[in-house]
Structure formats: structure tokens, C-alpha cells
């Protein structure tokens, strides 16, 4: 398998630390409202990610943070921390509206997207000893410094090559650039614990040598890496705006501890625009998975429409394109249901699984070539299509493999949606065929409404009705 690499600029073959073993990170979301389309683009991504690496027979070990504490409105540690405005805007405790919205975004990663859950999910705020203790090892090698009032901060200087994953010019950065808080060594230093506001109580603070606080933002991510997957890992992905600061944070204070590489291979996915612009509340073009729903759309219409582009490609959403992936989607369902009319015993096993391993290898070029979505679709689109020629004289058992292996890749259900419908309604569909013999159209017209009231479409064809679902 082949990859991108942020840090080399390179495509990248995989070659794991451990061989046979992957151990993977993500960075998960700020849980302080609710998550938004362009939130789970990189989620569909990794999930497409976990799943190629799993059909190259390797072990994933997976973990995805949680932050629930210490993401400031903005990235050089200035502003109010995110969790303490969603508590201000609800009227809820930091700690409330941390639940809340992580009840939510399990919900829709899992439930509504079907993704696989990450081997490891951790909270920032369950790991505040192990932040503190590595905050400790970063000030014992000499890598810290306080600021007062502020905190205490990562001195960036102390790294020869710091940066490396941005490729910052450190000494070409503007005067001011990423600076903000007074008393900073260099513009790129960045706070490993922040102190408390003085005279303000927050709901999230705790203890520690420096003072009452809580952890920046980056630290979380190298001390949860750290735990579950140890001092390196193999591969580590995150949205491309992380790049500059966060990941390039991250590699530092890791590295600066462990004194190894912290992550082999970097993968960013890009954004997502809507209708050719930033998503804004101002503007009302910040949508939901809720949204997608209320407006009739299946969520995986939703997901095939991110894969339709390539990951390190940006995106442009509108209700246009969603409508095409819908059906794309309807047309692969109506293919699905031909399973189960077709006039072919399927006892032709061997056949059936030739035609599956040659569906899955050339699936696995299209996903093992830095994912490749928009080829692995066609792909799909390809395979299914010549089924579809072929009508009631399908291979049942080939498209039921087919459809495995669609579900196993790309994470879209199509066998589960398009179950057989039961003998009465056979029994209607034949009693429409007789009609149509008979040229008795009125009759043929009401058993089509009928059937379609059951939420079954019928199409005519040369070979007779073929059915499916609406």
C-alpha cells in the first residue's frame, strides 16, 4: 500500500515498525457543539483507510482523542477555551456540554455513518495525570520555560528542526506571526499547561507544579498516542489545517521526550467548501448529518459523495452533487435487489468466487494507490453495470459476493437495504405480468401503484419485470 506522506512529500510505500502491525492515530473532534459535514469528511477517509489496511492482512490498532478541554479559539493560545463557550451558549457546565456531544458524535459516527470504532477512544480530561507527567519530562530535559500569568510553554529553539513536517521558515515568519501572548521566547513557542484566568473559577482546572490550569491542546495528542500505542507509531492522520501548528506541535513535544521519530507516515485529508465558499453561520451554510436527513437523503448517498473525491483534494458541497450521489446510490441498490430474481440457480460456486477475488484485487489497486475513492467507485460503478446488462439472467452468488466486498471496503450497505421481498408480492408482480399480456393496462397500472405504495418499483424489460426497492 502506498500513501502520501505529509512529512516527505512523497508517496510512501507502507512499511510498518512492527511487520503485520499497523498502529494508527487520529486526531478526533472538539466537543463543544455540533459536529458539522465538513467534520466527518476526514472520518470517512480514515474509516476507507483502516479498511485497506485490514485487506492487506494487516492488524489495526487504532486510537482517536476526545478533546474536551484545552482547544482555544485559536491557535496560538489566545481566546477562551472551546469548551467554555459551548457552556456559555447553553447554559451548561464545560462537563455537560462535553457529554452531550460526544453521545452525539458516537451516534453519528457509528450508528448513522457505520464507521469502524477506533481500538482506543480517550478523553483529554480521564488523562490529566499522564499530561502533567509528561509536561514534567519536557521541563526536566530542558525543553520549558513559565511565562507568568500564562503558563508554562514549549521553547521551540531547543529543536534543530522544529517545524519539519510544515517546512516553516522559522526565521522567515513575520514579525507578530503566531505570537499573541507577551513574554513568548520565539513566535513558535507554544503553551504546554496554561493557568487559570486569576479570580475566575473554571469548570475544567485542575492542580499542578506550575500552578491551577489545564493542558494546551496539543499535548493531549502526544501523551494519548503515548499511552495506547507507545513512543512510535506508524501512521498518523488529521485534517491539512493541523499541519502548521498542531501537528507540528505534537511531533516536538513528542520527539523532545522520546528523543525518536514520533510518526512515520503524516496523511491530511483537505476542506470542504460550500456552494465554492467557507462554511458559515452568517451565511447559513453550516449543515448537519441531521440536516441530510430532514431533507430526505440516505447517509450513505452522504459518503459516497465525500469518496467521489480524492482525500487530499478539496471539496465542494451542494444539494446538486448530493442529489447525483443519491442516485448513484439508488441505482446501485435497484442492482442489489437482483439477487434475488434472478433465473440462475448461483450453483456455480468457484465461478462466483473468481469473479469476487478479481472484484477485490482491482479494489485494493484503486484503495492501495494513496486512496484512490474516485477510481474505486468507478470500479463499482463498472462491475455492477455489467450485472445490470444481464438482468434476470444474473449470477445471484457473484453479486452477493460483489456486494461483500463493497461493504467490506468502502463501508456501503447494499445487501442489508435490499432484502427479497415476500411471496405475495411475487405473487402480485406475476398477476401484473398476465395483465401485461392481456393489454389490460388499467389493471397493470394499479397493481404498479400498489406495489409502489409497499415501496417496490418495477421496471419492464425484454426479459420481463425486474423489481425494486424505492
Known sequence: MKLYNTLTRHI?????????????????????????IGNWIGYIYWDILVRTLKSESLKVERTQNITD???LVSDDDAGEDKLEVGAKREGLSAWDVAQKYIQIADTEAYELLGLIPPTHTVRATDCIAEQISFAEELEKKGFTYIIPQEGLYFDTSKLSDYGKLARLDIKGLQAGARVAINGKKNPTDFAIWKFSPEDVKRDMEWDSPWGIGFPGWHLECSVIARITLGDQIDIHTGGIDHIPVHHTNEIAQT?????HAFAHYWLHNNHLKIDGGKMSKSVGNV?????ILERGYDI???????????YRTEGNFTWDILDAAQNRLKH??????????????GSNTSEAAKIKADFYEAMQQCLGSDLDTPSALMTVENVLTGFEQNGSNVDSDSLAKILEVIEELLGITLAAKTPDIDTEQKKIIKE???AREHKDWQKSDELRSYLANQGIGINDTPDGSIWHWL
Open 69 to 71: 478541554v484545552g482547544h
Open 300 to 310: 450513505e448517498a452522504f459518503k459516497l459523495f465525500v469518496m467521489s473525491k480524492h
Open 432 to 434: 401484473r405480468e398476465q
Open 287 to 291: 449543515y448537519t448529518l441531521q440536516d
Open 255 to 259: 520527539e523532545a521526550v522520546t528523543g
Open 12 to 36: 510512501d510505500e507502507i512499511k510498518p515498525h512492527t511487520p503485520g502491525q499497523v498502529k494508527l492515530y487520529t486526531c478526533g473532534l472538539t466537543v463543544y457543539n455540533q459536529p458539522h
Open 332 to 345: 446501485w441498490l435497484q442492482i442489489a435487489a437482483l439477487r434475488h430474481q434472478s433465473l440462475i440457480d
